[in-house]
């Protein structure tokens, strides 16, 4: 599935991705008051069937949450973001948003927290290629009591790609870690192609 | 803000709600959707703040979700299934519903002037069919659930469930070392008594004697049919001696009052087995169910009408016999 | 005289939009290092007068260059191109000695004012 970009747009996805992550981390230090250390983040493709498996070791305890937003631009750019994680990640960041548990339930705090991740990063990677995205509302897909594993493949047979990045978030005093997962489909690809490749041209 | 033929005659006659405020949550702007359905006036209310108008939003949590989408510049969500609603409103459903207000599902946007004035928006779309369809499914997931558990007939447990029981029972007993005894008792003659006054009649006992049991019966037990006359009553917290007595009792509320079926006098009996468990292992409810029908056998042939508790010289019995 | 001008990311796209940032009258010798370690080799074996430096790189990352550079007092300025644009990571390298820092994307203009500024155009 890697052969499907070239490296040069495979270099270009990555940088503009660095890029967006770092205005997304910059919004959110300063929402937050707090520095949010900015690691690379790693971005792979992969085929979406395999993309169970990848978590299932990671996220097959009960306390795992995964939730997900659809995406939509112009010029066919469209897919599906997936936030993964730990809830006792969710609990610390939740503090830091200034929930607590009397005002917002646990999976508003977990739609919060996963939109605004997503929401931000996104319009940073968005910004970039001058398109402008509109989203859904993000929905639980799977918390405490469901499976996480059987909710990532009921979900990911619907796409034939999925952009995997791996976001990590480090703030001050606090760490937080999740993942990330762009799954985009088939026609999408080809139309993100050809906005790398107008970039690439372009320098 | 509408000034446009397009835009404009849309905005007020969608089916949704629009609201505006300025980074002091100062109104901007309500679309007539709001308007109607909150009884307030934009006129009126221009200028004030959100929090004044609406005097029941949650306004800590509503100023929290709007700083982040002006700090952010993204766009902030709120659903019904999180929180039926952000602001009070009645919907147009009719009385029966089952909720009193709109159920919301809320999209704050942020926005700027051409003078690059911040400010958010928020859209209000009424899911209250969606809210009573779900209370609906509840409903009738709580229905199916109880029927899944329950005989239809007699109302007490059904076999499935009552051994599922039987069996947690069993682990705890055996975990936390407490006693816990099993009876199982079946109506004498059922055939003959359908045969008699016909499948009605038959039914009717049935109906009747589970009621009189059931009242003998605590929280804590579990009551269940086990076959067409046959039934099981696990007896929690509960030594030999005292499974004897509730039998008895049992036994005694059935056999010392008819059932009347139409015009008939019905006089009915039972006989019951008593069981202790006293085994170990993964399959000791088993062997308990084997031990009390051991028991309830013993006593319909002595003559049926009586309690017979099982007692372990009778292994070598069974043993023989099959 | 053309300045000797390296250009630190490890990310092509990164260098060409660099490269392509860079106003025509400015008369520059560009060399390319895609790691830390690289920038470090080319800075000990040639004069360099400007680097643009990325921040996260891997190998050696910025901050790591930086370091060197004070420790081995080399002599170049340093200009700080990346991506995490917090206010404490441009106070970091603007102690470890960089002359300025500048966020990705590359504004051009930015660029320029910043080249005037230091006499480098």
């Known amino acids: 599935m890697n052969t499907v970009f070239s490296e040069e747009q495979r270099d270009c996805l990555q940088e503009l991705i660095n890029v967006a992550m770092g205005l997304a981390s910059d919004k959110l230090a300063r929402f937050l008051n707090t520095f949010v250390h900015l690691q690379v983040p790693a971005i792979e493709l992969v085929n ?149 490749d107008r970039i690439v041209e372009e320098y | 803000m509408s000034n446009d033929w397009l835009t404009g005659p849309i905005l007020e006659q969608l089916n949704s709600g629009v609201l505006v405020v300025d980074e002091d949550f100062q109104l901007v702007y309500l679309n ?59 919907h147009l459903r009719p009385v029966t519903s089952s909720s009193q207000y709109m159920a919301q599902n809320c999209t704050m946007l942020p926005l700027h002037d051409p003078t690059g004035r911040r400010y958010v928006c928020m859209l209000i779309e009424d899911a209250t069919d969606a809210f009573v369809y779900q209370q609906h499914l509840q409903t009738t997931l709580q229905k199916l659930e109880q029927s899944n558990r329950v005989d239809g007939l007699t109302q007490v447990l059904n076999r499935r469930y009552w051994e599922e029981q039987l069996k947690l029972e069993v682990q ?52 269940g049919r086990y076959g067409g006359e046959e039934f099981g009553i696990v007896l929690t917290n509960t030594a030999l001696a005292g499974a004897v007595e509730v039998a008895e009792r049992i036994c005694l509320a059935v056999s010392s009052k008819a059932v009347t079926f139409h015009e008939h006098s019905i006089q009915s009996s039972i006989s019951v087995g008593v069981a202790q468990l006293d085994t170990t292992g993964d399959r000791a409810h088993e062997v308990l169910i084997g031990q009390a029908d051991m028991a309830l056998y013993n006593a319909k042939k002595e003559g049926r009408n009586r309690v017979i508790s099982y007692s372990a010289g009778e292994t070598a019995f069974m043993v023989k016999t099959v | 005289m053309a300045l000797p001008v390296l250009i630190c990311d490890d990310s092509l796209l990164a260098r060409k939009q660099v490269r392509k940032s860079l106003p025509e009258s400015f008369d520059a010798d560009i060399l390319t290092a895609s790691n830390g370690l690289e920038a470090l080799t080319i800075l000990r074996s040639q004069e360099i007068g400007l680097v643009f430096l990325d921040l996260t790189m ?64």
């Open chain 2, 172 to 223: 705890r007993a055996q975990r936390y070392r407490q006693p816990l005894s099993l009876l199982l008792f079946d109506l004498d003659k059922f055939k003959q008594l359908n045969d008699q006054y016909g499948h009605l009649g038959g039914d009717s006992v049935l109906i009747e004697l589970t009621a009189r049991v059931r009242a003998l019966l605590r929280d804590t037990d579990w009551f």
């Open chain 2, 32 to 90: 007539s959707f709001l308007q109607r359905h909150s009884s307030v006036q934009l006129t009126e209310v221009k200028g004030k703040s959100l929090f004044q108008v609406f005097a029941d939003v949650p306004e800590a949590w509503l100023r929290r979700k709007f700083a982040s989408v002006l700090e952010l510049q993204s766009p902030s969500f709120s659903s019904w299934e999180q929180r039926q609603y952000v602001i009070k409103l009645p």
């Open chain 3, 58 to 121: 891997p190998e050696l990352d910025g901050i790591g260059v930086l370091e060197a550079i004070k420790q081995d007092g080399l002599d170049c300025f340093v200009i700080v191109i990346s991506a995490d644009i917090q206010p404490e990571m441009q106070k970091r390298v603007t102690e470890l000695g960089a002359l300025a820092f500048i966020h990705k994307p590359v504004n051009p203009e930015k660029l320029i004012v910043i080249l005037k500024h230091y006499g480098l155009i």
């Open chain 1, 48 to 196: 979406s069937t395999q993309i169970p498996a990848q978590f299932e070791a990671q996220y097959s305890s009960a306390e795992a949450a995964f939730v997900s937003q659809g995406f939509l631009g112009n010029g066919g750019v469209r897919g599906e973001a997936i936030v993964l994680y730990q809830l006792d990640n969710a609990h610390r960041i939740s503090a830091l948003l200034g929930y607590d548990t009397d005002s917002a339930s646990e999976l508003e705090m977990l739609t919060d927290i996963s939109s605004i991740l997503t929401t931000t990063f996104l319009n940073g990677l968005a910004e970039q290629i001058d398109n402008q995205l509109s989203y859904s509302a993000p929905r639980v897909l799977s918390s405490r009591q469901n499976n996480v594993t059987q909710a990532l493949i009921d979900t990911a047979c619907h796409w034939e790609l999925a952009l995997k990045v791996d976001i990590s978030y480090q703030l001050i005093d606090h760490s937080f870690n999740c993942d990330m997962l762009l799954l985009i489909p088939g026609e999408a690809v080809l139309n993100i192609q050809q906005i790398l």
